[in-house]
């Protein structure tokens, strides 16, 4: 008889959600083992692959892939538990079989019915979810793609720059200010670098560093130092980037 405990992978691109996503459900359902958690899309399907968990709780709405994507992904494999700003989508989830929903912001009550459910489903197969997707798809603001930042205003010196977002090779918090280094010039500007993850195109702009995002074209490669600390070489300037190890993923084909 399989008595392991069930394990979950939450996959939210709102930091502070996550974190409280994850709390109420270690409170609420303790035997549930989390095995993971996840940013965007690209790194909610290498999690579902690599983890392969018997729920998922997924935003619908993340950067990379969008939840639809991870979810025709989890189709079979996963229970999964949409969470969802938009109430249309949910109920629309709900009503064609998926496992359950949650509407941010989280209502505890409301997770501990969604918990109470996937219990119940645990011991049949996770639901095929093609013609969930399909219903969900096809509603107001699922499919269509956010509109990312293409410019900035930013100081350099006594003067106000405009600066394309191609132009940029990467952004460094610099205290109260965010660093921006393009080709011939740095920059300053107030806006902190929470706000430009959550701005910028994923696809074009890696976060490297909880201070640093670097534009995916400008990198030349990577390797490591006598430390053995993952660092970049960029194409047009002679300065390293030093990357977290919680981001060296992104580096594992180079």
Do not use: C
Request: glycine share 6%.
């Amino acid at each position: 008889m399989n008595t392991r405990n069930p394990t979950a992978l939450v996959a939210e691109d709102e930091s502070t959600l996550r974190a409280e996503l994850i709390e109420q459900i270690s409170r609420l359902w303790p035997e549930l083992t989390i095995l993971g958690e996840a940013s965007d899309g690209v790194q909610a399907l290498r999690l579902l692959d690599e983890l392969r968990p018997d729920v998922l709780f997924l935003d619908i709405q993340m950067p990379g892939a969008t939840g639809l994507d991870v979810a025709r992904q989890a189709s079979g494999r996963s229970h999964v538990v949409f969470v969802t700003a938009y109430d249309e989508h949910a109920v629309a989830a709900f009503d064609h079989g998926a496992v359950d929903y949650l509407l941010k912001p989280l209502q505890p009550a409301r997770l501990f019915t969604a918990i109470g459910r996937v219990k119940h489903r645990l011991g049949s197969a996770p639901n095929e979810l093609s013609s969930v997707l399909d219903r969900l798809a096809a509603l107001p603001g699922t499919g269509a793609p956010r509109q990312h930042l293409r410019w900035i205003n930013a100081s350099v010196g006594q003067s106000l720059r405009l600066i394309t977002v191609d132009e940029v090779l990467y952004f460094a918090a610099d205290n109260k200010y965010t660093r921006v280094a393009t080709l011939d010039s740095e920059a300053l500007i107030r806006k902190p670098l929470k706000e430009l993850v959550e701005e910028l195109d994923p696809q074009q702009f890696w976060q490297i560093h909880r201070s640093t995002l670097v534009n995916a074209s400008a990198i030349a490669g990577a390797s490591r130092d006598f430390r053995g600390r993952l660092q970049l070489k960029l194409k047009e300037r002679s300065e390293t980037l030093l990357v977290a190890e919680s981001y060296a993923h992104l580096f594992k084909q180079m």
